[in-house]
């Protein structure tokens, strides 16, 4: 079961949370828009893996601002 995140931990993350991350969302969803539309299998794996590695650091950083 999953805990739902209460009004100040929320405010935590977004306080926490620099412009450098805010980029790193934005470029990813970019990404994964990109990859969509392109058919190269090379590219779609390096960029899977690309996003993989960001979104594991983005929710590493979370779990570090809730404990």
């Known amino acids: 079961s999953q805990k739902a995140l209460?009004?100040?931990d929320v405010e935590l993350?977004?306080?926490s949370l620099d412009?450098?991350?805010i980029e790193t969302?934005?470029?990813s969803k970019e990404l994964r828009e990109k990859a969509c539309y392109?058919?190269?299998e090379?590219?779609?794996k390096k960029l899977a893996e690309q996003?993989?590695?960001e979104t594991v650091n983005f929710a590493n950083k979370i779990k570090l601002?809730?404990?």
């Open 6 to 8: 209460d009004k100040e």
């Open 13 to 15: 993350i977004a306080s």
């Open 19 to 21: 412009r450098e991350d």
């Open 25 to 27: 969302l934005g470029v």
């Open 38 to 40: 392109d058919v190269h």
């Open 42 to 44: 090379l590219f779609e």
């Open 51 to 53: 996003i993989r590695e």
């Open 65 to 67: 601002l809730l404990k």
